[in-house]
């Protein structure tokens, strides 16, 4: 699900036979409980009361019950427990099933037995993607009568729907199984689920990936990594062409990341394992992902490199710091000092305290078709936070970033060094702020497209810094050319494709930037003018 959107999920708790003197509960986290009576038709249940005291779930009717409306937001991992009680003999079956928008969404079947028969199964992997070629482990953990362990040599079946398993039936070991997924040559995504005695399951998803491959200029030499391609350039002209789907992290300075750049030379994405000539990113998608385990890209020291054509995805900076005062900053790209080049890439679904999805530290950095997307804060700057520099942002779009604050962009000062931040050609909506400047910083923006409808900010600007967009309010601003409001038109948001479409108002609105091909290498302009 989309990170920052709120889905109402809606639980039926259904068991026939459920004795009359027997007891059924459902227990929220206390802060989505809170939430919940507090939303819109909050505490809206059938076949149950709800006592705000103790936040319990009382079902008076098993046959058929619901809890209507639980919110929650995109990303969000939230824990619900289910209390029963029935007399020590009684054998009893509780079906519970999550729906969001009537598409069911997780359930489970609950059973008791005096025979300490499986009752509930945790499937996990030992990785949550794995690349073509290789290999993840499986553990179901199966538990019977108490949640306690189920009896060794229990039988535990295992299916999948892509890529291959080590065996097919396991028996449980201490109430646990395990099976190896070969994950095999085709990409895509595995579904695999475990079973056993044919009263439970759990099923668990697994992303399937090509590998990464990366070459040095034309050279026969192929690594597995980007970072040993990173590690082995020696001069600032050099050209790193890389394919597949990168994915392994590394740690550098006690930061740990995909690729730590501290030289100047280009790291372009877009290319096959058959062919390093062709430039096409829309054609060949080139990804760079750290899994969550780290940032994803790092770029450190007085140098000016050039990074195009990669989707950079997965960063968490939690535990990393890097920020004006110990925050955790920079989950998709950590610029400090450089002056760097970013151009016809997509950072998206990356997650910081400060600048999920970039953060720019006393750079010059230039930004040029950039899709910065759906990224997520807890404190400042969603989508990009500046501190100190003069970076350029030429032809971007910023949208949906949430968390924090909310702004899509945050600008500030880093000490005494103020920021001067340039916009040109941007698409920037759908935050709680659109942009924040603060005081003594300046953004100067040049044909702005900002959303309206859906896509709207709550604010388009706020702060006390000077924002040149052609406003006058309470903050200090002087004439700027070029403002819109309408809708993006965008392609397929929600499958993170955020071309503009034939009927987005952002068509031929812009103003010659000086850029001459677009996020897909193509020319531009086409059709009246520069969108």
């Avoid at 920020?323 to 002056?339: H, I, K, R």
């Avoid at 032809?395 to 702004?407: C, L, Y």
């Avoid at 702005?448 to 903050?475: F, P, Q």
């Avoid at 609105?509 to 003018?529: E, S």
Wanted: hydrophobic share 35%; proline share 4%; aromatic share 6%.
């Amino acid at each position: 699900r989309g990170l920052g959107d709120v889905y109402k999920r809606q639980v039926y708790i259904s068991s026939p036979d459920f004795p009359p003197q027997g007891y059924l509960a459902l227990h929220l986290e206390p802060e989505l409980f809170d939430r919940w009576m507090a939303a819109n038709g909050g505490g809206l249940v059938k076949g149950a009361t709800v006592a705000t005291d103790t936040r319990t779930i009382s079902v008076a009717f098993p046959v058929d019950a619901a809890v209507y409306g639980l919110p929650l937001t995109g990303g969000e991992i939230s824990t619900a427990s289910l209390s029963l009680g029935v007399q020590p003999t009684a054998t009893v079956a509780v079906h519970v099933s999550e729906q969001i928008d009537g598409e069911e969404v997780g359930g489970s079947l609950y059973t008791t037995s005096s025979t300490n028969a499986p009752r509930k199964i945790a499937l996990e992997a030992s990785a949550g993607s794995v690349a073509t070629g290789r290999s993840v482990r499986l553990s179901a953990a199966v538990v019977g009568d108490g949640f306690v362990p189920v009896a060794d040599e229990t039988e535990v079946r295992f299916t999948t729907t892509l890529g291959n398993l080590s065996t097919e039936t396991v028996r449980t070991v201490n109430g646990a199984a395990t099976v190896t997924l070969e994950a095999g040559t085709t990409p895509g995504t595995a579904i695999v689920q475990a079973g056993a005695s044919g009263l439970v399951t759990a099923t668990t998803l697994i992303p399937i990936y090509r590998p990464c491959w990366a070459r040095l200029n034309d050279g026969p030499t192929t690594f597995s990594t980007l970072q040993a391609a990173v590690d082995a350039s020696t001069h600032p002209t050099d050209v790193i062409k890389v394919a597949g789907h990168c994915a392994v992290t590394n740690t550098r300075g006690g930061m740990t990341q995909v690729v730590y750049l501290s030289k100047t030379l280009t790291i372009r994405g877009g290319y096959t394992v058959t062919n390093w000539t062709t430039f096409d990113p829309r054609a060949n998608p080139t990804v760079l992902d750290a899994g969550g385990q780290g940032r994803v890209l790092v770029i450190a020291g007085v140098v000016s490199p050039t990074v195009e054509g990669l989707h950079v995805t997965g960063g968490n900076a939690d535990g990393l710091g890097g920020g004006p005062a110990g925050e955790d900053a920079g989950g998709g790209v950590y610029v400090v000092s450089a002056t760097a080049t970013l151009k016809s890439s997509h950072v998206v679904n990356n997650v910081a305290e400060v600048g999920g999805g970039l953060y720019l530290s006393s750079s010059d950095a230039e930004l040029v078709n950039l899709v910065v997307a759906d990224n997520q804060a807890t404190g400042r700057g969603g989508g990009l936070y500046v501190g100190g520099g003069a970076p350029r942002l030429l032809h971007t779009t910023i949208a949906r970033n949430v968390g924090g604050e909310g702004s899509g962009i945050h600008v500030t000062n880093a000490g005494s060094s103020y920021s001067r931040v340039s916009l040109t050609n941007t698409i920037l909506m759908s935050h709680t702020v659109g942009i924040t400047v603060t005081a003594g910083n300046t953004a100067a923006l040049e044909s702005t497209l900002w959303g309206s409808g859906a896509w709207s900010n709550d604010a388009d600007w706020g702060g006390d810094g000077l924002i040149l967009a052609g406003w006058e309010g309470t903050v200090v601003v002087i004439t700027g050319t070029r403002n819109y409001w309408g809708e993006p038109g965008f392609v397929a948001p929600e499958m993170g494709d955020y071309h503009v479409g034939v009927n987005s108002m952002a068509l031929d609105l812009g103003v010659d930037a000086g850029v001459r091909d677009d996020v897909d290498g193509d020319p531009r302009p086409t059709g009246h003018g520069y969108d």
